[in-house]
């Protein structure tokens, strides 16, 4: 997971945002141009969130998520509440804003894990957001069964770190096409 370019990128993210969102109960505008720019701006996503959201609304939406860290599913849903940010970059403002319990879902960790994932359409916010939960309980499966030290401040492996190590397998070609169920 850490031979990713995206990597260092994503590691000083995470020396940034976790803190700010915690200690100011959002993100702003610069804040998730910076996690556009992190993940490559396909599409011009980034000058697509400038073009059709303020910052103020960028706040208000981060805030709610935060107020709904606790329920994952409200979580999501405010974030994907941004024009034109989507599942992509909505569930990589989450993982920035708290990597222990929220992770990012792109295009390169769908395609390899299809055969697990449930059908997402984009268009279709229910299945986007039963599409996001769905890969957050399976990180959580692979947490609870680590034994490794993590790469976590304490040893620990965040679910943004694990989601990290699919991300690498996914880029590299991994295909993930059967889940054992864990107890």
Known sequence: YKLSKYWHGYCELLDNLPAKAARYGHLDLEDLYAIAVWGGSQHGIKQRLKSHNTDWEVRA??????????????????????????????SKTLLFMN????????????????HVLPTIRDADRASTIRGYLAFLDICRELQANIQKIGPGPQGEWRLGDIQQAVFQFAQSGGVITGRKSVP
């Open 61 to 90: 939406k981060t805030a709610e998520a935060i107020r709904y860290f606790e329920q994952p599913k409200w979580a999501i849903g405010a974030v994907l509440d941004l024009e034109h940010w989507g599942l992509t970059y909505a």
């Open 99 to 114: 990597p222990k319990s929220y992770v990012a879902l792109d295009r390169w960790i769908r395609t390899g894990l299809e």
